[in-house]
Structure formats: structure tokens, C-alpha cells
């Protein structure tokens, strides 16, 4: 039998991937208190807004100028699957739809021919911190969808399945299915033109919550699907006798059953897994194509036509402070 972890390193914001998927980001701010615009209510000294990616920093703006967040930008080709943790995400695009979604909830968007839209992470609370944790995973579209009509959906966290397992000394661990299928529990459907809706494609989303010292054995799939382990909360865990580290990444051998052990702290991970899209890969900022001619045809259809222009009055559009979760 072979060592079940094929490669294996520390994460940082940027998480490595395998096809089908093609980005993966964990983002982890703790917010001070927000006020009542749901701006922070300081500044740390020298934030360059507008461009903020200190790694050294408790929390980022990233692209926002007053709201942290990511201002308008287009997107062609893919998907994008963002699953908050922590905090709240306020989504508007150029379709004319917005909504404020967190705590749990995933939202999943189908760019296809196109779409422009923002997401910023308003500071909702005034008494307390806005922590805010997230990760946002692009999937891949294989060629004949890359061009369909731009579809969001949201996965609200109260409807998302949750598996219980217990092992034989009665420590449980959590399996949150956003994709995919757990034995005889299955997902949520993706959105309509996804590579997940066919189930030969095994796309698989989990999150993964262990109590202390809990053993858990996670499944065989085909030898071709790429699969991808994420530890990003706990001290360490096991996998079959090899230690991994807090905030790493083991890639895992896909045909094979691999028993993990967790360590003496509660644990989170995240596994992302699936089948391959057998064609050539060509990206470039937003756009993921098949080829580099796409990539200029993308290039020239946004700045034609802006994917449907932007409806609202700010490029860094958020919903009112009051407002709850909705779509």
C-alpha cells in the first residue's frame, strides 16, 4: 500500500489546489468594532487601502477603501464557491442582485459568459469585534459552459447537511457536506451548469470538525480525483502515523482509505476533492479559458460591455447595518 500523503507544507492566504479546482483563499481578520457606516472604528498605522494584503496584520482591507472588502471586478469561466466561517459577506453583482449572507452560509456563483460583482465584509457590530473567516474556492467549468448565463445560489447554513461520526472511544467528528456526498448523505445542489451536478465528477466540499483525540477514516475514491486536506485550526493531527502540522495542506493518495488522528485540541479542516476536467487550462486574473485567445476575447468582451455594466451607486456597495441574512 502506498504512504497515503503525497506532498504536504504549511498554508498561508493563498492554499494549493488540484484540478478540478484552481484557487482556494482562506481569509482570517479579526475586525475591531465597526461604526454605524460599517467602516473599523481604527486604523492601523501605514495601511496602504486600496491594496492591503499585510500577512503580519490582525486584519486586512484588502482592495476597500473604507469598508474592507473587494470592490467590483469581473469574473469569466468559472465559479466560485465562498464559504463563511466567520463574519458576514455583503454580495452585490451586475445582474441587480445583492443579499448579505455569513455564519456559516456558502454561496455559490457560476461566472460563465460573465459577471461583475463586489464583496465587501461590512462590520455589522458595534459592541464587539467582526471577526471574519472565510474561504473562497474557484471550481473550474469545462469549455461547453464556460459561456452560459451567469447563476448564483446561495447554501444557507441552517439547510446544509451535517454528519455526526463517532469512534470507539466516543470522541465525534463533524462532517459538513457543502458538496458532494457523505455515505448515504448528500449535498445541496450546486448550481445548475456546475462540474459538481454530475456525480461521476465527485466534486466534494467538507468541512471537517474533530473533538479532541477523535480517529476518523475517510473513504476511497478513484486513483484519477485530486484530493486536498486542509488543517487550518487545532495543534496537529495524524494521518496514518504521519504528523501534520497546524495551518498545512497534505495532498492525499485518492484510492486509498487514510485514518486521522487528531491531536488534543478541537480541529478544523477542510477537504476538497474531485475529478479532473480533461482539457487545457489558460488564466488570467478573472478570466479562466481554455486558451490565450479566449483570454484576449474576454479581455475585449468586458471592456465592451462591462458583463452588464454596475447598477449601483458604489463600487463597494453594502447593504444597510440592519439589514440580515437574505439574497
Known amino acids: 500500500m502506498k504512504h497515503p500523503i503525497i506532498h504536504s507544507g504549511s498554508i498561508d492566504f493563498r492554499l494549493p489546489v488540484k484540478p478540478p479546482f484552481i484557487f482556494n483563499a482562506?481569509?482570517?481578520?479579526?475586525?475591531?468594532?465597526?461604526?454605524?457606516?460599517?467602516?473599523?472604528?481604527?486604523?492601523?498605522?501605514?495601511?496602504?487601502?486600496?491594496?492591503?494584503?499585510?500577512?503580519?496584520a490582525p486584519w486586512r482591507m484588502y482592495h476597500g477603501t473604507s469598508v474592507p472588502g473587494f470592490p467590483v471586478h469581473p469574473h469569466r469561466g468559472f465559479e466560485t464557491v465562498t464559504i463563511v466561517e466567520q463574519g458576514f459577506v455583503d454580495h452585490s453583482d451586475s445582474l441587480?442582485?445583492?443579499g448579505r449572507y455569513g455564519e456559516g452560509d456558502v454561496q455559490w456563483l457560476t461566472a460563465g459568459r460573465g459577471v461583475q460583482h463586489c464583496e465587501m465584509f461590512p462590520l455589522v457590530h458595534q459592541d464587539r469585534p467582526n471577526t471574519l473567516e472565510l474561504f473562497q474556492v474557484w471550481l473550474n467549468l469545462p469549455s461547453e459552459r464556460k459561456m452560459v448565463k451567469p447563476y448564483y445560489k446561495m447554501l444557507w447554513n441552517e439547510d446544509i447537511p451535517v454528519v455526526k461520526e463517532t469512534d470507539g472511544e466516543g470522541?465525534?467528528?463533524?462532517?459538513k457536506v457543502v458538496a458532494g456526498d457523505y455515505s448515504s448523505t448528500k449535498a445541496l445542489a450546486p448550481t445548475p451548469n456546475s462540474w459538481a451536478t454530475d456525480e461521476k465528477n465527485k466534486v466534494t466540499i467538507w468541512l471537517i470538525t474533530m473533538e479532541p483525540e477523535?480517529?476518523?477514516?475517510?473513504?476511497?475514491?478513484?486513483?484519477?480525483a485530486g484530493r486536498m486536506l486542509y488543517l487550518y485550526r487545532g495543534e496537529a493531527i495524524s494521518i496514518d502515523g504521519e504528523n501534520v502540522e497546524n495551518e498545512s495542506y497534505a495532498e492525499l493518495i485518492p484510492?486509498?482509505?487514510?485514518?486521522?488522528?487528531n491531536g488534543v485540541k478541537p480541529a478544523r479542516l477542510l477537504l476538497l476533492e474531485g475529478e479532473p476536467i480533461p482539457e487545457k487550462v489558460a488564466a488570467r486574473g478573472p478570466f479562466v479559458m481554455n486558451t490565450e485567445t479566449e483570454i484576449l476575447e474576454a479581455i475585449r468582451d468586458y471592456q465592451r460591455t462591462w458583463f452588464g455594466g454596475w447598477p449601483w451607486e458604489r463600487n463597494d456597495h453594502v447593504n444597510p447595518l440592519t439589514a440580515g441574512r437574505f439574497s
Open 96 to 98: 441587480g442582485s445583492t
Open 255 to 261: 484510492n486509498q482509505d487514510i485514518t486521522i488522528k
Open 171 to 175: 470522541n465525534s467528528t463533524l462532517i
Open 26 to 56: 482562506h481569509h482570517l481578520d479579526h475586525y475591531p468594532e465597526g461604526n454605524e457606516k460599517m467602516e473599523p472604528i481604527d486604523y492601523l498605522d501605514k495601511r496602504n487601502n486600496g491594496d492591503d494584503f499585510d500577512p503580519d
Open 214 to 224: 477523535a480517529t476518523w477514516t475517510l473513504s476511497a475514491t478513484s486513483e484519477t
